[in-house]
């Protein structure tokens, strides 16, 4: 039975479908009780923990600070900015009231109808019309600049199809705010912070990325100009994992935020934001799990290594304890996570099904032979061998063999892209391929008219302009026209 | 002009005003644009991380893991549980609508009727329902048990008079959520939360507290019992600053959430919660600051030390930019976080009162002599006293004052609770002393008549039944009937 719970539909019959499985058997998140918003379990939030802790360092290096800023912005806010409120209006939470009462009717309660707000509260779908009304308070002067603040927060957009992960109603997620007193300062900021994202994506996520611009239709709205990291899954789609905005002085025009500079002049203030969610988890599962589970990059994984004792008798279990007991010790020492589970309600097939299913890099296993020869079985989740090794200096070992995985979960996804991106010169062979699951790399004349037309007949869409790579210049597929350098079309999440 | 910006208004003088003043001058926290709802500033924020990373690291180390539910509670989950939703309803966010639209008549955005909701949410005022709503699913047998689950969240509680740290709208906490089979397991847990609160408020905080038991009348909406941890503020009034709570079968009940046991027997499942909020920063900072500004125990600071360096020319900055490079790096390798504040568009006594205002616990400044001697100044910010010391073995110096520094400010603390800890035997007595800003401990019936007679006439509360110290019983002050031991009366925040 226990191993029904855990079969997981196979990637190759429905791709949508063991993504759900995963996510719910390796104890991910679950649908909630409220229409689109997931519960986060401990071991999907263990995983958040350790991505935020990192991202946070890393913030922290490039000279950010935290703070917080309320959950609810006015109404008003919204509309301030134009392009912005046509972006976030459709899909947001509306505070009304702020009371309830006991149903007069019976049981239960209803809405005071008498504690109605003058202005509708908007629960955040973003923070920059409420952070950049107070930082009119905050900036006077060129001394007063740059700002550079992160938020860790949850955010609500009322999406109508969610999916765990990669789109819920509620999301957590940091949102970057920062105020510059020059333009060529904030584009700097908003490349940096995308360089921050894409070394964190590639060195920690093992997740191979694109940097590139989005095009005009899918810019942040109110951006000037919007960068992207994008990421291929294992079924050929794309997964922007993180973007980075060059605001202009869009949002301190709307909210009125100038300042002095040392000439005495006076100007509006140069923005940028830039945001990662919870999505990244939806990213790393189907960027590298398989049919057996969750394979998780060791840099991020709640617990390294697990080592699980099989025995015949209680004296031999104790021998194991004893063993694996200074096993631990050297391990911690390393800076290594590791479980050593010897609960004796479950049989050692059981666990090494269940760490397989969630993801642990590194499973240890020893056993009566093991403790006459000195030895420990290590098997390693992201190839599925099995090997025997001493257990002499086993703590250097396992320290060489989680760098391995991490660089080998890597190297697999970046395999995968690379045979799964390719490059098309006619409208027509584009139509054909792109059902296919793929990157690909196309002429495209610049227009959002083609862009459109493309995303009409074939589902797929410009996922960025890159930055780096290839800047031949063509004539574009759709209308022949010239095109400055080929873009990433793909099918996206 | 600097030095009026950062001038406070004396405690002496008025209390709240000082605490306002504080807050908004040492850049901690500022109200919003939405009633009742605060920015933290970065200064403030960083306080509040240091808070978050040792209670987190003390709820792992007591066997607990983070998970995160959803920010919205469906109406009709309130008022399953009779006396949560009494406790609640009256003072909630709701959302009620999903979509905004262009406002027909003009510019702007307007809620649009058409995307009404079936029912209503709530922005969590606390998790209990939405959390118990779920355990049901994880739940079926004593092997699912216990779930010892903590989150860091925001919450929202439509409070009418608001103060920045002490009573917002919105605020951050942490709130642990935990299931056991069994009465006895719960309880214990309820008690062992209420002792990591007290360990981290007195070793952390430096703040000493009372643990005690609430009277039914402070009990929190749902629970069986709470326990407390209450503190004394520099004006003598009491501050909750943290609260447990056993929860009985309560919310199973509520929630119909039932496990099988042992025996195969079913049962309903026993609960806890407990939570600390962002409050503890507003208790912080009226425990130990004085009319110069913040005093932060070492633990807690932001940064421990700051260096000015006072210098003639750019040659002499030079020379002691190089000296104190070797103090930062000997002081950080004794894990002390230090700024180096050498700016030049401030003068030192500008610094000398701006940190003295953010409450940084030890300053060090060198200058001409100090580089000819091998000397720095050494200034305490707790008693504002200053000495120069060799720069031999500074760090070390240095790591022992921080500890002399947390200790002191404790004491400090303790002495002044100590001094304004009264007994009293009769209610006359108690009516005038009780306006001297004390705690009185006194005899009490037990019952909320006399409570709450006693809170109409002097505003006073019973802030808790202390669970150490004095048990010998008595007579109530007011009614003369038997009292089982003194409580702990005061005004509160």
Known sequence: MAKELKELTKRSEDYSQWYLDLVLKADLAENSAVRGCMVI??????????????????????????AYFPLFIPKSFLSKEADHVEGFAKECAVVTHYRLKND???????????????????????????????????????????ILCNQWANVVRWEMRTRLFLRTAEFLWQEGHTAHATKDEAEIEARKMLDVYAEFAENHMALPVIKGVKSANERFAGAVETYTIEAMMQDGKALQ???????????????DVKFTDKDGKQDYVWATSWGVSTRLIGALIMAHSDDNGLVLPPKLAPYQVVIVPIYRSAEQLAEIDTKVAGIVTALKNLG?????????????????????????????????????NNTIEVARRDTLTKETVSCDNIDVYIKNLLND????????????????????????????????GVFIMAHWDGTSETEEKIK?????????IPLDGDKTPGKCMVTGNPSAQRVVFAKAY
């Open 241 to 255: 994992s993180g973007t980075s905005h060059f605001l202009g002085q869009n949002f301190a025009k709307a909210f």
């Open 405 to 436: 995985i991490q660089e080998n979960i890597y190297k697999k996804a970046l395999d995968t892209r690379t045979s799964r991106t390719i490059s098309v010169d006619t409208y027509e062979e584009f139509k054909e391929k792109i059902e296919t």
């Open 336 to 372: 290594i996570s590791v479980k050593y589970d010897n609960a004796d309600n479950k049989k050692p097939g059981w666990k090494f099904s269940e760490y397989e299913l969630k993801g642990v890099p590194v499973r240890l296993a020893m056993g009566g032979r093991d403790l006459e």
């Open 41 to 66: 379990k401990p071991y999907g939030y263990a995983i958040w923990e350790k991505v935020q802790r990192q991202l946070d360092d890393m913030f922290k290096e490039t000279g950010h600070v935290n």
């Open 104 to 146: 007069p009717d019976g049981k239960g309660v209803v809405v005071d109808p008498e504690a109605k707000l003058e202005e509708e509260l908007i629960v955040r779908p973003t923070s920059e019309t409420i952070i950049w009304n107070t930082y009119r308070g905050w900036i006077q002067s060129y001394r007063d600049l740059p």
């Open 456 to 464: 009409a007949e074939t589902k797929a869409t410009i996922r960025c």
